[in-house]
């Protein structure tokens, strides 16, 4: 029998929903067994809807319907496997429902599911479905009721979003006073404990903070505490925005399939994005927990009180808050480097994306499962976008837009259009050209060529595409002083800039501080190139020529004069006083950044040529590296400050290419009283045969084996390691502590062993990697898509091994019952 294919669901198609709602009034009777959905809503008709004759069809996926009324009688209704039909319905109505779920059986961690015995929900996107009955769709917003019944013993714990109303013994009701569409609504209930906190506003009402953990966790959660009120005090300094409801709370769940979920009222985290202390988490996971932290917060108003009118406007809230929250830790830490790490993300995954075959534009025109669309480049993407609009208006014309924006539509859902206007109308900026980013996948390239002529500089720069887009640049002279700086507009496919009364040609600094997402070709000089490394003054503009310098040695080492780059990498490490930059500037390029560089991916070639300008740098700075390794390991009490961090960053480079004496490293691993040096030494001590090896693995096992989340980094480190191959996967698929049904420690065996290249690819890695996709399409798809895409570039590969992973996506679209989110990945992979 012939599958039928998932069909795509397209943006030009959305049309209002014939109904909408005033209130929902929900009431969950939990136990063990099975849980039972009581659910009231006020529905009426939509004056704006073109059709209400064809009947009211409601969401519901894996429901089993109890009873049903349309004010108090039994309705006209059809069942489907997608959800039910109400037929000959008047203008206003009243309908209850009362289904019965198995949230102990729910495998997706989508809807209202268990987690080491507590419950809690996912619904964003479509998660609502699977809990009652619903227009499950972001424009329709409605008050939400909610009471829950448990039993007491068990789930002393009951919580939902909005302000407590009531509660007792085994019962409590919370109210929403903000409408919300149903992707917002979340549930717990479970036994936790609790840290509580008190942040006084701008306009000094009290709200009451509160995160629940599990017992044991109750220790890991200070810092998640002061980086929620951190969070709430920039918001209002920054952006004049307040927190609106007398409570907000994070609960932290070990099952989560992603990040976290910023629920109105109710975050709910997966657990390594809340847990940290100095012993567990290393200066990454403090930075990362307090931007996500951040980054949940600030949804509240872009993200719940504006929402997306559909899922096509996704970037609208992510793209606008992953801005703010990059903002936040820049604000707050090293601004310098947090613009590196997120150009990294942005060329390494984003560049990719648009390069594969599901590049798509910020703004999708459609899609089989949207849970595949919550992408770098909606995100990431959808982030630069709004920082080119932030640098045409300035922070000013950005905050008078962003008020303009939420005078307009609080309390509404609307599209990207809707931002851009306000944005236009507060700083009367034309956007009509530059509103072509959202509309348009694929990366812009630009080239621009120079002419120095008797003290005139002339810059032409053409473009294969008509993007309008900012160019912040400088001209530096031969002492690295700025003659010129600022900011060129280009909107045309050929445009040319002149800078008169120079005295000697300039060095450029062109796409400074990356202002576009854009690829850039020039005409710089290996010489000016090594200039801008040692003299610029822009961070990014040093970090991203060195970038290049290193992949020239690494790829075409003929085209580079290795002494003088050396010489100036070590001019670097003695002159510049930013620790966190020079060991930027030390990281060589990875192996999946490389593989972007390639027509052809030859991943035992890009390996093995990295591999060798890894023991070219150690043969040329060994006792230099040594010398700055020892002035930093000073074993200080643990600060998370930027110099702190910066001179651990240093230290911890240094070891990994000091690797070679691995004395060094089981000193580190011995005596490290922070994270970050235990793991980078382990690291280290783990990528080869040594005589510390084995008792590393057996000492870092005993002293962590009760912590989650430092557990997910020893089973990420095996994967990852040089000596790691199917047979110690299997073995740690088969640890005590290996959970097939939690994404995290998934991830950590089976996602890092896939980006482990020269181990993974190979027959057998792929079989292996296929047959757990394959797995997973039966337990959590949205895990197993994410997984799946480490095929995307197939075509790529060395003819061999394209063919092996060919077979792979044909065996997985031959799968019985294959479902959407691995089909969507899988069939635009082999088109």
């Known amino acids: 029998m012939t599958q039928v294919k998932p069909q795509p669901i397209y943006r030009k198609d959305y049309q209002p929903s014939p109904y909408l709602t005033h209130t929902t009034e929900l009431k969950f009777q939990l136990s063990e067994n099975e849980t039972l959905v009581y659910s009231k809503i006020d529905f009426y008709q939509n004056p704006l809807s073109v059709d209400t004759k064809g009947g009211l069809f409601l969401n519901g996926i894996d429901l089993e319907l109890v009873s049903i009324l349309v004010n108090g009688t039994k309705p006209n209704y059809q069942v489907s496997k997608e959800g039910l039909t109400l037929n000959d319905l008047p203008e206003k109505f009243l309908l209850e429902i009362q289904t019965k779920i198995h949230p102990e059986a729910n495998t997706s961690l989508n809807g209202l599911y268990q987690s080491s015995g507590n419950f809690c ?118 952006f004049g925005l307040e927190y609106d409801l007398d409570i907000y709370m994070i609960v932290a769940v070990d099952d989560f399939n992603m990040g976290a979920m910023e629920n109105k009222g109710l975050n709910i985290f997966n657990s390594s994005c809340v847990l940290a202390n100095t012993k567990t988490a290393t200066d990454a996971d403090f930075i990362n927990i307090e931007a996500i932290i951040g980054h949940e917060y600030f949804h509240n108003w872009t993200g719940n009180r504006v929402t997306c009118r559909d899922w096509f406007q996704l970037s609208l809230k992510e793209g606008l808050t992953v801005f703010r929250e990059q903002e936040f830790t820049a604000d707050l830490h090293a601004r310098s480097i947090k613009r590196i790490a997120d150009v990294d993300i942005v060329r390494t995954y984003q560049f990719a994306e648009d390069a594969g075959p599901m590049s798509h534009p910020v703004r999708p025109e459609s899609y089989i499962e949207m849970n595949n669309f919550y992408t770098v480049t909606v995100y990431e993407k959808g982030a630069e976008i709004i920082r080119m609009m932030h640098t045409f208006l300035g922070e000013s014309g950005f905050q008078a837009g962003m008020k303009l924006y939420f005078q307009r539509h609080d309390g509404q859902a609307v599209s990207i259009d809707d931002f851009v206007a306000s944005m236009r109308d507060a700083n009367d900026f034309d956007f009509t050209q530059f509103a072509h980013w959202y509309s348009q996948s694929g990366t812009p390239e630009l080239n621009i060529a120079t002419e120095y002529n008797d003290g005139t500089y002339t810059a032409t720069i053409t473009q294969k595409g008509n993007y309008f887009l900012p160019l912040a ?28 009364n120079l005295h000697s040609e300039p060095t450029p600094s062109w796409l400074r501080g990356f202002s576009a997402p854009i690829k850039l070709t020039d005409t710089l000089t290996f010489e000016q190139k090594i200039f801008l490394v040692q003299h610029d003054t822009d961070s990014f503009s040093r970090w991203d020529n060195a970038q290049q310098l290193w992949q020239s040695l690494i790829l075409n080492p003929e085209q580079v004069d290795e002494t003088l780059f050396f010489n100036a990498i070590e001019s670097v490490i003695n002159t510049t006083d930013d620790q966190s930059l020079v060991c930027e500037l030390l990281t060589l390029p990875t192996e999946r950044a490389l593989h972007n560089s390639q027509s052809i991916i030859d991943v035992f070639d890009i390996h093995n040529k990295r591999k060798q300008v890894i023991q070219k740098i150690r043969t040329r700075f060994l006792p230099r590296l040594l010398d700055l390794y020892q002035s930093l390991n000073t074993n200080e009490a643990y600060k998370l400050t930027s110099i702190a961090v910066g001179q651990r960053a240093l230290k911890n480079i240094c070891l990994f290419y000091l690797a070679e004496d691995t004395k060094i490293a089981h000193s580190q691993f011995q005596s490290a009283n922070c994270m970050d040096d235990k793991i980078s030494a382990f690291r280290v001590l783990l990528n080869s045969d040594n005589p510390y090896r084995q008792q590393a693995l057996a000492d870092f096992y005993q002293e962590f084996k009760d912590d989650t989340q430092v557990m997910d980094k020893y089973f990420s480190v095996q994967a990852g390691s040089k000596l790691c191959n199917i047979k110690v996967i299997k073995e740690l698929m088969q640890h005590e502590l290996f959970s097939f049904n939690t994404p995290n420690r998934l991830n950590a065996v089976v996602g890092t062993f896939a980006q482990n290249y020269t181990r993974f690819h190979n027959q057998a890695g792929y079989e292996f990697f296929t047959d757990i996709i394959i797995q997973l399409n039966a337990s959590n798809p949205q895990v197993g898509a994410r997984l799946v895409a480490v095929y995307n570039h197939w075509k790529r590969h060395t003819p061999e091994l394209k063919a092996l992973q060919k077979q792979q996506l044909e065996k997985i679209l031959n799968t019985k019952d294959l479902s959407k989110d691995i089909f969507e990945i899988v069939q635009a992979a082999l088109k």
């Open 473 to 500: 640049f400088a001209l530096l002279d031969q002492s690295g002083n700025e003659l010129e700086s600022g900011v060129l507009t280009i909107k045309d496919k050929k445009q040319s800039f002149t800078f008169k």
């Open 121 to 238: 929900t996912q619904c964003e996107a479509h998660g609502f479905r699977q809990i009652t009955y619903y227009l499950d769709r972001p424009d329709v917003l409605s008050v939400f009721t909610t009471h829950i019944i448990a039993d007491h013993d068990k789930y002393p714990i009951l919580l939902s979003n909005g302000n407590l109303v009531s509660q007792s013994n085994g019962k409590a009701t919370w109210h929403d006073p903000s409408p919300k569409p149903c992707y917002l609504f979340a549930l717990v209930a479970g036994d936790f404990s609790v840290l509580e906190d008190i942040y006084t506003t701008l306009s000094g009402r009290e709200v009451a903070l509160k995160i629940y953990v599990q017992a044991h966790n109750i220790n890991k959660t200070e810092f998640a505490m002061q980086a929620l009120k951190r969070a709430f005090k920039w918001d209002e300094e920054r």
